[in-house]
Nanobody, 126 residues
Framework: QVQLVELGGGLVQAGGSLRLSCAASGGTFSRLAMAWFRQAPGKERDLVAAIGRSSAYVYYGDPVKARFTISRDNDKKSVYLQMNSLKPEDTAVYYC???????????????????WGQGTLVSVSP
């Protein structure tokens, strides 16, 4: 069983930066593909960024490309999301997600991930 705990959310003004972290326990972290999703009130849960078992495989949703960076540290069993140039539309609850099952398609759907953190709120003021 994999447990995920997100940290680093908070309040920030537009143009500011935040760094989210997600610490994993249980399972073998190096076997997990990781991702960050976000969900605003009344909206669907959308993929922000994903990173494979190898950090060479990364994906970013269009709204955050060139602004956010996902990374992982297998020694620390953690995944991070560096968020720069934040915009009010980035306001959402951000969730860390993990999967261990290898899929043949691009894992951009929440249904592709089996383990979820509790979420951390990121609020960006104008």
């Amino acid at each position: 069983q994999v447990q995920l705990v997100e940290l680093g959310g908070g309040l920030v003004q537009a143009g500011g930066s935040l760094r989210l972290s997600c610490a994993a326990s249980g399972g073998t972290f190096s076997r997990l593909a990781m991702a960050w999703f976000r969900q605003a009130p009344g909206k669907e849960r959308d993929l922000v960024a994903a990173i494979g078992r190898s950090s060479a495989y990364v994906y970013y949703g269009d709204p955050v490309k060139a602004r956010f960076t996902i990374s992982r540290d297998n020694d620390k069993k953690s995944v991070y999301l560096q968020m720069n140039s934040l915009k009010p539309e980035d306001t959402a609850v951000y969730y860390c997600a993990a999967r261990s099952v290898i899929v043949s398609h691009l894992p951009t759907s929440a249904a592709d991930y089996s383990n979820w953190g509790q979420g951390t709120l990121v609020s960006v003021s104008p």
